[in-house]
C-alpha cells in the first residue's frame, strides 16, 4: 500500500496538497508544526494507516506544495476548510496535530471541528492564556508527550490542564518530541488508534450507513423516473 497524491481546494487562489492513504476506514488528517511539511510524518502515517484508518497528510498554507495563503487569512480559519472539505467526501473525521499548531487548532468549534483531535507534544499558547469557554462543541482530545524533554514536556502538561473535561494524558519517559516521539515509541501510536476507536468510529459508520442509504434511495428515485 501507497499513498496518493490528493488536493484540496480551499478557495480560488488556495490549494492544499497533501497524501492519502487509501485505507477503508475513518479519515485522520495530519497536520504538520510551522516551518515543517507533510514529510515529517513518514512512516507514522503508514502505522496508523495500517491500524484501519484513512490517514490524511496536508502541507499547511506556506509550507511544502501547498499554495501560499493570503494575509487576510487566518491557519485556523484554512484548517476549519478543509477539514469541512475532507468530511463531506469521507465523513467525520479525527485530527493529528503536533507543536505550537496544536494550541491554535484547539480553537475549532461548531459543526465543522473534527471529531477528535491527537495533539503530540503540543506547545502551549503564547501569553499562557486559556482556552475560550466551549459553548457548542467539544473535541475529544488526546495529548501525548514525552516526560524528560524539559520545557516542552512542561508546556505540554500545561496545555493539557487547559482543555475541558472530554481529554486524556500519555506519557513516555523520552526526550524527543513529535513525530519522532511516535516513530520511536510505536506502543503510542497503538494508543492513538484506541483513542480514536473510541472516539471516532461509532460516528463514521453511521456517516457511512446514512449515506449509503441516501445513495441507494436516489438511484430508485432515478430509476422509478426513467420507466
Known amino acids: ?49 495500517e491500524r484501519g484508518f484513512r490517514v490524511i497528510t496536508l502541507d499547511l498554507p506556506n509550507h511544502g506544495l501547498s499554495d501560499d495563503e493570503s494575509e487576510d487569512d487566518s491557519l485556523l480559519e484554512n ?19 503536533y507543536g505550537s499548531v496544536s494550541s491554535e487548532l484547539c480553537e475549532m468549534r461548531g459543526p465543522d471541528a473534527p471529531m477528535t483531535h491527537v495533539m503530540i507534544s503540543p506547545r502551549a499558547r503564547q501569553g499562557g492564556s486559556g482556552l475560550p469557554p466551549d459553548l457548542e462543541h467539544q473535541m475529544s ?29 500519555a506519557s513516555v519517559a523520552a526526550n524527543v518530541h513529535g513525530p519522532d516521539l511516535i516513530k520511536s515509541h510505536t506502543h503510542l501510536v497503538d494508543d492513538m488508534a484506541i483513542f480514536l476507536r473510541r472516539t471516532l468510529v461509532s460516528a463514521h459508520l453511521e456517516w457511512t450507513a446514512a449515506t449509503h442509504e441516501k445513495a441507494a434511495a436516489d438511484f430508485r428515485t432515478a430509476e422509478s423516473e426513467g420507466e
Open 141 to 169: 482530545q488526546l495529548v501525548i508527550a514525552a516526560t524528560n524533554d524539559g520545557d516542552r514536556s512542561e508546556e505540554a502538561r500545561a496545555l493539557f490542564d487547559s482543555l475541558g473535561a472530554k481529554k486524556l494524558w
Open 79 to 97: 484548517l476549519t476548510e478543509v477539514i469541512k472539505s475532507v468530511a463531506e467526501v469521507w465523513g467525520p473525521l479525527g485530527l493529528c496535530s
Open 1 to 49: 500500500m501507497e499513498p496518493l497524491a490528493i488536493e484540496i481546494r480551499v478557495s480560488e487562489e488556495l490549494v492544499v496538497r497533501g497524501q492519502e492513504w487509501p485505507v477503508q476506514g475513518p479519515p485522520v488528517v495530519m497536520v504538520h508544526d510551522l516551518n515543517e511539511d507533510l514529510d515529517c510524518w513518514k512512516g507514522a502515517d503508514r502505522l496508523l494507516a
